[in-house]
């Protein structure tokens, strides 16, 4: 028995559904413990390429059983699309191996209206929202103004409470952004259409989690984006709205009375952030484009090219501090082996004085990269499943970030697939 973390020590799209999916050939359930549909997970196995928003990334193993925790920001009409897509691509999805905490406060239509509302407000001051309705559905989840799931079993009570929010809600869709206001027909049609598909799947997760763990099964839970779009130790305020550090697992999945045992934290081999914010290593121009190019580097929710650096040194020690990780996983190293040198950010410079510590938000604007140079491999090394078949420049490379990072790198990724794996342990 073991219950797992397995996060993200970036910015996100590190590579964590693909860790997910390999892993959980060890775990018997699968928890998404917070995030919404605003980023993606790529999995790539045996039935095909898939980019997951809502479902956990174990759900293409059987036997292990796939939870949306309480903490997820619930968006019913998506996940149904998300679960219609897998489904036809041959995965079973049934209340047996896929379930959905009563306790999940669901993500309603204006959500999503308000956060590209605000965005337009905002104008060149603007956050780089995926325009999911993430930050909107949080804020109004602290206000306790919206509906968990398991009201989808109380139609009655729904549908008032559904009229008290949209009442409160249209006063500020109508009056503050001149937008066109909600009503009860438009809500009664997103149950109908969204909410009734997805209520065969919600149920009581944390008596189920709790049963589970009595029974000696082993939990992994799964988190989205990284450490640096942490809501309070990310890189306020462009962060992501909710907690993505593995220390939240317990309370996001429906199980506060879990023990992380382990916490596998996932970095790339080199940098990549999507959306706004300081990103202190990143590349620009030509070397920007081919390593982007090279990596596929576009965001599986929105298609966005992401930004691109060398792999940050100070950003990955604080990441893994902030998790707590007890080892990492280090994905695509392989795309680095079109490189003569690589580039690695060693150091920043903030006010004419080199550190190694990760600033504050505000004085990341001010902060400069100091980049080293490592020699390149320049070989192909997608086939390697052995640490001792790598090219010696390539061992070094990962020694140096373990050594730097202070903590073991027990898995390099050397390609997309399930088997494309080194393990070191």
Known sequence: ???????????????????????????????????????????????????????????????????????????????????????????????????????????????????????????????????????????????????????????????????????????????????????????????????????????????????????????????????????????????????????YAPIGSGFPGAKITDVVGVVKAYSTCVGEGPFVCEMFGDEAEELRKNGFEYGAKTGRPRRVGPIDIVATRYGVEVQAATEIALTKLDILSYMDKIPVCTHYEVDGKQTDEFPFPVALNDAKPVVEYFDGWKCDITGVRKWEDLPKAAQDYVLFIEKEIGCPITYVSVGAERESIIIRK
């Not at 989840?141 to 919206?146: D, G, H, P, R």
């Not at 997103?190 to 082993?218: D, R």
Request: charged share 25%; net charge negative.
């Open 1 to 247: 028995m073991k219950n797992c973390a397995i996060v993200g020590i970036n910015w996100g799209d590190e590579g964590k559904g693909r860790m997910v999916d390999l892993l959980t050939e060890d775990y018997d359930v699968v928890v998404r413990f917070q995030g919404g549909g605003n980023a993606g997970h790529t999995v790539i196995n045996e039935r095909g390429k898939f980019a997951l928003h809502l479902l956990p990334s174990g759900i293409f193993r059987e036997n292990v059983v796939n939870i949306l925790g309480n903490g997820v920001a619930m968006d019913p009409e998506n996940l149904w699309k998300e679960m219609q897509e897998v489904m036809s691509q041959g995965v079973d999805l049934t209340p047996d191996n896929l379930k959905i905490s009563d306790r999940a406060s669901l993500l309603l239509p204006w959500h999503r209206d308000m956060d590209e509302l605000e965005e337009m407000r905002l104008a060149d001051k603007k956050f780089g929202s995926t325009k999911q309705g993430i930050a909107p559905f949080y804020s109004d989840k602290y206000q306790k103004k919206t509906i968990l799931a398991g009201e989808l079993f109380y139609p009655e009570h729904l549908k008032a409470h559904l009229a008290d929010l949209m009442e409160w809600k249209n006063l500020t869709l109508t009056k503050v952004y001149g937008a066109k206001p909600y009503t009860m027909e438009m809500l009664e049609a997103w149950i109908e259409n969204a909410c009734e598909k997805i209520k065969p799947y919600v149920a009581n997760t944390g008596a189920f989690l709790k049963k589970a763990q009595a029974e000696g099964k082993s939990i992994l839970f799964e988190a989205q984006l990284g450490s640096l779009r942490d809501l309070d130790y990310g890189i306020h305020p462009y962060t992501t709205s909710s907690n993505t550090t593995a220390a």
